[in-house]
């Protein structure tokens, strides 16, 4: 230890590093920092940008170029000149344009979003991290420069011929797939197979790792230095070649890191030292935080490093003093050790866990090297002119999609023990500290036994570490799903799902329920949107989902979930309004649910959902000839202690009408402190006559930026304004939370 100065130097300079990044003080970093454009400019203003082309990628229905050094001029100020380091653009149309050439686009200015709702995806936060502030929906473009980078192009165009082949040869599904894997080419990949990997704790296989630069890398050095019988000329060689692979699929954290630790471990074969990993561990961790500081927020960062430092400093302490263990319980205590490290970031991340994954990436894992060795060979067999070594090609690719089939058909039977899927929410930063804490003091105490231990001494000792091990990873599940906070409180969330409503309300003791999950202008908005915020507050089941009526901005996403119970957010019941106020989509959302072995309830007006602290009332419609649709939607109480909310769905005209009728009757000295403004906030609804009846201390409004009804409307805002109530919008901050006490 004391001869390992380069290990001591990494470690100082990565936690001042971290410390300073962490401040994300736009002093020392350009990408917290507000660009030109953000300060001048607003959304959808029209721009003219000149740079070149550092990158290319091409989607399904769109071109995206990014941009660097950058010149911007703009229509609204015709003298002023802006510089920006790095600008994304979007194409409609696929254009013919090479890495490295100077083009010029006119087109429309956008900015990225921050997280809509707590677990949603951070688009601002993402690019912040490659240091792009806007993207630019591009109308024309030319090109001013076809000077381009030989090399990246003959790459970027080799790849993605390479990609075409795969598609071709095994089909699109598989293609996609083995692309990934290979390629780092995500784009196209079925989302369907990426959930499903992720539920069962294999999606690192779609990323490009050490496990896939190590066999490319590490197979070309061996095969020089046997051929050349020089370890400098495998080192070059070897070298070289990986970096071209890293150079055609991109340089990402985990990349970066192999390529340091191939380099520190073939200059010690050269050098004809001993090879210490730790060093180029640490060595790799500071190279990631130099050439991208703020890979430190992201989560790919500690996974990729958390299984490495896994297997380098926890796999000895549950070794111990057992050598010479059967392989299958070897990879079991390796695969064991990384859960145990990355159960904080995974919960973190995905809040979630598949217990079984353990046990899949034991299958998962050798079986990804006969994989890659049948891709790759696959691939070169049909790169050739040959057409008898072509069909060889196709049959060992063959390989690869019994494997892909084999992956698939695993992930689904794992599945189907859906009562191991642990949904814990994002655990507080106070359980993972407490855990980090449980698990380095163990490391620390072996390592220091083992110093104190007598060398001379043959004495077998039992493992007890491992077993240790194993009661903090099941301790540390239970303490990360627990949250003090929400502990006898009501939460209700009006979730932001653009021009729609969802909302979503956990009980004192615990249950869930939601009314309502669709959106007319956010897409896939029960996958991107509510079942991210569902799983980040440790939802797994809904208890009870209610659905006011049947237009889509209320129920597509409801649809979503109801098809994706497996991997996603179950439900326990469907509670509709009178089937008098049904219409075709109502119906076919119950057949849905019968197919996804979903009960319906239906809940008349005045009847109730009551537990301890919590009731729920269905106060409308009642049946005087409404119309399904906006007017006969189903109303809601919810009443906890002495909280009242109302939720209206999109009652309006004679909808409304009976429910300020039965709220004189019924609720005639209630003063409601949430009301949900029907509509969106339209002018059709929430007439000053209901708005005196109910007299809400706080109305939330559920609306799209930049909608196209003008939701929510002057007139609304100013009759709710009248009344003395606050107005929360999820237009204007996205999700609108409440944490109650319940008196």
């Known amino acids: 230890m004391r001869n390992r100065p380069l290990l001591y130097a990494c470690l100082i300079v990565i936690v001042l590093m971290s410390g300073v990044i962490l401040r994300k003080d736009s002093r020392f970093w350009e990408e917290f920092r507000e660009s030109p454009l953000e300060k001048y400019h607003s959304e959808d203003d029209a721009v003219c940008v000149k740079g070149f082309v550092y990158d290319i990628q091409n989607g399904d229905s769109y071109q995206a170029l990014y941009l660097k050094d950058n010149v911007i001029s703009s229509t609204k100020e015709k003298n002023r000149i802006y510089k920006e380091t790095r600008i994304l653009v979007y194409l409609e149309e696929e254009k013919k344009v090479s890495i490295g050439n100077q083009i010029q ?354 004495k077998r000792k039992i493992n007890w570490q491992k077993y240790l091990f194993i009661v903090i990873f099941v301790t540390g599940i239970v303490m990360m799903n627990c949250h003090p906070k929400e502990w006898r409180k009501l939460r209700v969330t009006f979730v932001d799902v653009g021009q729609g409503d969802c909302i979503y309300i956990k009980s004192p003791s615990g249950k869930s329920y939601m009314m309502d999950g669709g959106s007319s202008n956010v897409k896939k908005v029960g996958r991107y949107r509510m079942e991210p915020y569902l799983k980040y507050r440790g939802v797994k089941r809904l208890d009870y989902v209610f659905v006011s009526h049947g237009d889509a901005d209320h129920i597509n996403g409801i649809e979503e979930i109801l098809e994706r119970q497996k991997i996603g957010v179950e439900i326990g019941m469907l509670v509709f309004p009178e089937q008098f106020a049904w219409d075709d989509a109502l119906y076919e959302l119950a057949e849905t649910a019968r197919n996804q072995k979903v009960p319906v309830a239906v809940m008349k007006a005045g009847k109730k959902i009551k537990e301890k602290d919590l009731a729920i009332t269905c106060l409308g419609p009642e049946d005087s000839g409404l119309e399904p649709g906006n007017e006969a939607s189903m109303i809601l109480a919810i009443q906890s202690g002495e909280l009242d909310i109302l939720l209206t769905g999109d009652v309006e005209g004679d909808g409304e009408d009976q429910l300020q009728s039965i709220l004189e009757k019924e609720y005639p000295n209630t003063r409601w402190e949430i009301l949900k403004a029907a509509h969106h906030g339209s002018k059709n609804s929430s007439k000053e006559t209901f708005l005196e009846v109910v007299h809400p201390m706080e109305t939330v409004i559920s609306a799209g930026i930049n909608n196209r009804y003008g939701h929510p409307h002057a007139e609304t805002i100013e009759r709710i304004k009248n009344v003395g109530s606050k107005i929360r919008s999820t237009k204007k901050q996205g999700a609108v939370e409440y944490l109650l006490d319940v008196f």
């Not at 599904?173 to 959930?195: C, F, H, P, V, Y």
């Open 105 to 458: 686009i006119k087109g429309t200015l956008k900015f990225f979003q921050n997280a809509r709702n707590p677990g949603n995806f951070d688009q601002k936060l993402y690019y912040q991290k490659l240091n792009i502030h806007e993207m630019i929906w591009a109308d024309n473009l030319m090109i001013i420069s076809e000077k381009d980078w030989k090399i990246r192009n003959i790459l970027y165009q080799f790849r993605q011929k390479w990609k075409e082949m795969l598609l071709e040869e095994i089909g699109e599904k598989d293609g996609n797939i083995l692309s990934a894997m290979l390629l780092g080419e995500k784009r196209g990949m079925d989302q369907d197979t990426k959930d499903l990997y992720q539920a069962n704790g294999i999606s690192h296989i779609l990323a490009i790792s050490s496990l896939h630069l190590t066999f490319v890398g590490g197979n070309v050095y061996r095969r020089i230095r046997k051929m050349s019988g020089s370890y400098l000329a495998g080192g070059i060689g070897g070298g070289l070649f990986l970096i071209i692979y890293i150079m055609m699929i991109g340089f990402t954290v985990s990349a970066v890191r192999a390529l340091v630790m191939f380099l520190f471990q073939v200059g010690a074969d050269i050098a004809g030292r001993k090879y210490d990993a730790l060093t180029a561990y640490l060595a790799a961790a500071l190279a990631v935080l130099i050439w991208r500081p703020l890979s430190l927020y992201d989560g790919g960062f500690w996974m990729s490093f958390g299984a490495i430092g896994a297997i380098l400093l926890v796999f000895p302490v549950w070794n111990g003093n057992d050598r010479g263990e059967h392989p299958i319980f070897e990879s079991f205590g390796v695969s064991m050790c990384i859960q145990l490290v990355l159960l904080p970031v995974q919960l973190y991340c995905f809040y979630e866990i598949q217990p079984l994954s353990i046990l899949m990436n034991l299958i998962v894992i050798p079986l990804m090297s006969v994989m890659l060795t049948a891709g790759m060979i696959g691939s070169f067999f049909l790169m050739t002119p040959l057409a008898v070594i072509r069909k060889s090609g196709w049959i060992v690719l063959e390989i690869c999609k019994v494997i892909l089939e084999f992956y698939e058909k695993s992930c689904q039977l794992a599945l189907r023990l859906s009562g191991l899927r642990i949904v814990t929410g994002r655990p507080e930063w106070s359980a993972i500290f407490v855990y980090y804490m449980f698990l380095l003091t163990v490391i620390l105490l072996y390592y220091y036994q083992r110093l104190q231990r007598n060398k001379k001494t043959k």
